[in-house]
């Protein structure tokens, strides 16, 4: 018997479009998030809103997580409102998380010992990305379990991976995070030698997106860079939590990685300069400070009401 019932626990920016996808497939979703007003919006679609997460999870095929960090899956999973009591033996969990992998591959042993399948799935794809069904779903966990669950992820994204047991997952995404943000770091750069040559922004933009040095990053968020428009795609806060895992990893890894270890610097001072809420890319704004690029200011309509 296929899945039919899904609980899905949060329903942020990610976990919205995804249960939505869900819902438009036909599966029957039960769905919580401690921010309420996220669920109402998915009611018109099918969704039945529960008051906790244990609810959601009571019952179901298959429980969904998409939740901010470890400490929340943790939580929800094992704290003392979390769904551990209403798991039952065979119940499938995914949890879409970015998580550290030693962490993630621990939680698969505990549950494997009382029959439960855990899986660690994270997504490849930012939010804007997620409501258009444009995205990655990497799995670590048993094959047979995987083949269970593919055919609800392909509702939801473009392609899912099988990247092998518990842990594996956690870990390539880390690996697919670190190519992003040092992806990033060199469009910025590129990027502010051009402005400061006095480059037209449009012309380098398209010759670097048609060419050798072409990206999704550059597609996707090259002209809002360019133009000083740092409105959150992935924001700043979750990229720099995200890199930590990585570097954390590495050190345990015994791998060095000086270029992350040096773009991590940059995005902590964009931190502390309270930037949190912009999208990553606002590191830019950093290198324009130090390369001397000062952007002119936009006159108000008002302003050039006067100068009529």
Do not use: C
Not at 1 to 10: E, L, P, V
Not at 66 to 71: E, G
Not at 168 to 186: E, G, S, Y
Request: aromatic fraction near 6%.
């Amino acid at each position: 018997m296929g899945i039919k019932s899904i609980g899905f626990i949060g329903l942020g920016a990610m976990g919205t479009p995804m249960a939505g996808f869900l819902l438009k497939a036909g599966y029957d979703v039960k769905g919580f998030d401690i921010v309420h007003k996220r669920m109402t919006h998915l009611v018109p679609l099918g969704l039945k809103p529960t008051k906790s997460a244990k609810e959601a999870a009571k019952g179901t095929d298959l429980i969904m997580l998409s939740l901010p960090n470890w400490d929340i899956v943790r939580e929800v999973m094992e704290g003392k409102e979390g769904i551990s009591p209403v798991l039952r033996k065979g119940q499938i969990i995914v949890d879409t998380s970015t998580v550290p992998p030693l962490e993630t591959k621990a939680m698969g042993e505990r549950l494997a010992k009382k029959g439960i399948h855990w899986m660690d799935v994270p997504v490849s794809g930012a939010a804007n990305q997620a409501r258009v069904g444009n995205m990655v779903f990497m799995a670590g966990g048993k094959k047979s379990i995987y083949e269970k669950v593919k055919p609800v992820l392909d509702q939801v994204g473009k392609k899912t991976v099988y990247a092998g047991k518990n842990g594996d997952a956690a870990m390539l995404k880390l690996v697919v995070n670190q190519t992003l943000f040092l992806n990033q770091a060199a469009a910025i750069e590129g990027f502010t030698l051009g402005l400061k040559a006095g480059l037209d922004p449009e012309v380098m933009h398209t010759v670097l997106i048609s060419g050798a040095a072409g990206s999704d990053l550059l597609e996707a968020r090259g002209k809002d860079m360019l133009a000083g428009n740092f409105k959150p795609k992935g924001p700043l806060w979750i990229t720099l939590k995200d890199l930590d895992l990585a570097l954390e990893s590495a050190k345990k890894l015994g791998v060095v990685l000086p270029m992350a270890t040096l773009y991590k610097q940059l995005m902590l001072s964009a931190h502390l300069r309270g930037w949190d809420q912009n999208d990553a890319t606002v590191v830019m704004r950093i290198y324009e400070e130090l390369s001397g690029i000062k952007r002119e200011a936009k006159k108000s309509r008002s302003r050039k009401k006067e100068h009529k």
